[in-house]
């Protein structure tokens, strides 16, 4: 009988466990649900998502008072910011990395479109070019060598500025989308680079060149070499490198490819992609930093009305 009783008592206390688990479930599944009603409801104001806010900035409403910062706030209305956080432009806080890195890619175009006159993207003659330069164009060595050290230079410094970033946390809210714009930035600077190396058509250049590219073969699904390559009909014919070398060896076709993406296309991109950037930074509302301070010694009296 006992046995039956407690059998019986453990059943309804199951019994009773299973209701409650039961209720709490389906008061579980009722607040997904409202969740994920909510969730849906910001799908249909994308204006109002996080993502929205952080790639498109949110229009100003419509008083005298947000009419004039929407003034003040416009890059093109006011080049200049309205006011600027004295803590967060010092040295001290950024580096001053990503201005020098700015001022590095001007010395690059500049030294680049002089480079331009004397040099010919076709096998032979580009080195033959490189030794005139150096040896009998007037300056030609200064020229050459302004350019290639500040290229190494650039390389640097964008890295640094980037660990700065990182360091000083700026990457987060509302800086997610300048933060992928100089991702983009930092491949584009890498790239210039290294579009750079095969131009002088020496050892170098070819080597380095060959090694690359090389890789490209292991891309998976686009390269022959790689993961499911074949499967796609990848052949050294017809994969990503024989794209980025205009052929299946590193030959003149390579040498003219490297000269439009490193004279023409990346810097047109990059250009591009700093305007945006430079532009991020002013709409992110300026460069980030410690809560700005005013000294006692600027803070004007109270005016008696
Ligand atoms: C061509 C390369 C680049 C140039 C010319 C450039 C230029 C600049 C300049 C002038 C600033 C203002 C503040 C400062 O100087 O530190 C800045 C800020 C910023 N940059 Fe860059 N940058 C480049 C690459 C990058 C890279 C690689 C990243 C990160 C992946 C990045 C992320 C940012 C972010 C998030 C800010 C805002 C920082 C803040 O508000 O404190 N930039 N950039």
Known sequence: MADTNGQSGNQSGNGAAGKSALTALVAGSKEVKTRALQEMETYKNPEKTDLWKSVLRV????????????????????????????DAVSYSYTWGMGG??????????????LLMFYYHPSKVIAFRDILYLEHDVPFGKLLRNMHRWAAHLMVITVELHMFRVFLTGSYKKPREFNWAVGVILLVLTLLLSFTGYLLPDDQL?????TVGTNMARATPMLGHDGPFGSQFGMTPFNDVR?????GSIVDSNALLRAYIWHCVAIPIIASTFMVVHFWRIRKDGGISGPAPMMMESEIKPLRKV
């Open 100 to 113: 020098i890195s700015f001022y590095i890619y001007i010395v690059l175009v500049f030294t680049g479109a």
């Open 205 to 209: 250049g070819f080597w380095a060149v």
């Open 242 to 246: 024989f794209a980025l070398l205009g």
């Open 59 to 86: 229009k100003h409403d419509e008083t005298p008072r947000s009419r004039a910062l929407g003034v003040l706030s416009n890059v093109f209305l006011h080049l200049h910011p309205a006011k600027i956080n004295r």
